[in-house]
Structure formats: C-alpha cells, structure tokens
C-alpha cells in the first residue's frame, strides 16, 4: 500500500480557515520561530506561514476563495507599532466552496474525504442556525 501524500499549505489554510471560524487568521497567528519551529509543525501537519498576505491571494485567485479581511493594527509592549490584515472566510458558502476544495484535494491525493460528522463541525461557525452538513450540502 503506498503513502497518501502530505496535505498541500493550500488544504493546510483552508482547514485553519474553517476551524478558526469567523475569528480568522492573523499573520502572528501562524508566523514561524525559526527554521526548527517549521519542521516542528511540518511533522504535526499544521499550517504555519511566512506569507500570510500571498497564502490570502492565491486562494482567492487560483480557487477563487471569498476571503474577507481587515485591518488589524498590532503594538507591542514597547510601543511598536505594526499594520497587519486579519482574514477570514467570508460566510457560509465560502465555507462551504472551502469544504468541497479540500475534499476535492484529498481524493486527488488518495485521501478519504472529511466526514459528515468533521463537516459539520467546520461550518457550524459559519452558520445563523446550526443545521446538518446534509441540509447545507
């Protein structure tokens, strides 16, 4: 039986987008260390990233994503002051686009598909009222 290959960063992000939910994703969120603290998360299979902005843009126009972001200032305890974007996944049918493009990544790759049950879990923060994956499908 031959190994199923590692998830691409862009399956990596979808899912970090899902699962953080209307709260999103913030280039500190998922900024590196160093080099170690990158094969460290490589090996956990989590999404980490250098290029938050870029990681946003390709998603958008590649898969055609709807990413919303916004301005998210950031000072630091000494008083520096920084400009970042705070993005996350627009509403339910992005969420939604984002569930079927990683289940279409998975199968390419050999993957079982997410589960009704995982599905669910992702979107219900996307959702007014929490329904079944099987009436949002």
């Not at 899902?18 to 999103?24: D, P, S, T, V």
């Not at 995982?118 to 009222?129: G, H, M, P």
Request: aromatic letters at 8%.
């Amino acid at each position: 039986m031959s190994k199923i290959p590692a998830p691409s960063k862009a399956e990596l992000c979808l899912l970090e987008l899902l699962r953080r939910g209307k709260a999103g994703l913030h280039p500190l969120d998922v900024n590196i260390r160093d080099l170690t603290h990158a094969n460290v998360l490589d090996e956990a299979g989590k999404f980490w990233s250098i290029t938050l902005p870029t990681d946003m843009s390709l998603l958008r126009i590649r898969h055609g994503v709807h990413i919303a972001d916004q301005p998210a200032p950031f000072t630091s305890v000494r008083g520096y002051k920084a400009m970042f974007k705070r993005y996350w996944l627009a509403d339910l049918d992005a969420a939604k686009s984002a569930v079927g493009l990683i289940n279409n990544w998975r199968a390419k790759r050999g993957a079982e598909p997410l589960s009704k049950r995982d599905c669910n879990a992702l979107l219900v923060a996307f959702q007014s009222e929490p329904q079944a994956f099987s009436e949002v499908a």
